[in-house]
């Protein structure tokens, strides 16, 4: 028999695979920044460096979509790391609307100085979690972020919703 309310005190999963997702995402990054918290730096942080480091030099907008943010929220991630001396913007000569983000001596310093707990970060994950399953999250993962997938949310979407009336549900 299945119950229609929780017990007082009980929390139920949610069937919702979004938040899902999020609540996965905000375990492991807990477990990533506590990996990397002798570098100063949150895992986030990390990845925008690493980012940068794969694309330097390179618009706020280009790498914003490369991390699929927000260019407001990857703007905001940035500061802190400008104010540290990790990233510096110049302005783009093609075009002067835009800011060019590279990475300082500093911020190729502070990228290697997190590469040996990003390792451990990482192999701890794989022993926790199992190699194939670690490769199956992965390659899931990936699929996720392409737009290939986004398209076939938004066709779907479309199709299961008829009071959406063709809204475009796609970032």
Sequence with gaps: MTKSKPDRGEVR??????????????????????AMAPAG???????I??????????????LAQALVMD??????SLKPLERDGFVEAAVDPADRRNRLIGLTASGRAKLAETEAL??????????????ERTDALGEALRFLVQDEFAEAFAQA???????????????
């Design 118 to 131: 990003w390792a451990r970060a990482q192999a701890g994950f794989e022993a926790a979690f199992g190699k």
């Design 49 to 62: 460096l690493g980012q940068i480091n794969r694309s330097a030099p390179a618009t706020v907008g280009a």
């Design 41 to 47: 730096l949150k895992t986030t942080q990390r990845a």
């Design 71 to 76: 260019p407001g929220a990857l703007a905001h």
């Design 13 to 34: 999963a949610s069937p919702c695979n979004c938040t899902a997702l999020r609540k996965a995402t905000r375990r492991v990054s807990q477990l990533y920044d506590a």
């Design 157 to 171: 979407f479309a199709k299961a919703s008829p009071r959406a009336g063709g809204k475009d549900v796609r970032p």
